[in-house]
Nanobody, 126 residues
Framework: EVQLQASGGGLVQPGGSLRLSCAASGNLFRFYAIGWFRQAPGKEREGVACINSHDGTVYSSDSVKGRFTATRDNAENTAALRMDSLKSEDTAVYYC???????????????????WGQGTQVTVSS
């Protein structure tokens, strides 16, 4: 089992940048697929970017492609989400999540991820 803690949220102006971090416990982090999700008020939680464990392949949703970059550092048991060119519609609570998947593809969906950290609020506003 892995425990996750997300941090780095805050208030930023449109066009600005933020970097979210996700720290994980345990020594099997490298076998977990990592996902970033967000939930805006009144909306369902959605996948933003997800990284496979075995090959580091990254999936990004169309709404953030070219603006958000998801990375992971298996040696440090961390993952990060770099968010650039932020828009007001990016305002949401952001979560990191994980699924034990040493091989194969993990869909970037809520039901494919078993372990969740607490959310961190990102507000994009002038």
């Amino acid at each position: 089992e892995v425990q996750l803690q997300a941090s780095g949220g805050g208030l930023v102006q449109p066009g600005g940048s933020l970097r979210l971090s996700c720290a994980a416990s345990g020594n099997l982090f490298r076998f977990y697929a990592i996902g970033w999700f967000r939930q805006a008020p009144g909306k369902e939680r959605e996948g933003v970017a997800c990284i496979n464990s075995h090959d580091g392949t990254v999936y990004s949703s169309d709404s953030v492609k070219g603006r958000f970059t998801a990375t992971r550092d298996n040696a440090e048991n961390t993952a990060a989400l770099r968010m650039d060119s932020l828009k007001s519609e990016d305002t949401a609570v952001y979560y990191c999540a994980a699924e034990f998947r040493p091989r194969g593809q993990t869909k970037c969906t809520v039901d494919e991820h078993s372990y969740w950290g607490q959310g961190t609020q990102v507000t994009v506003s002038s």
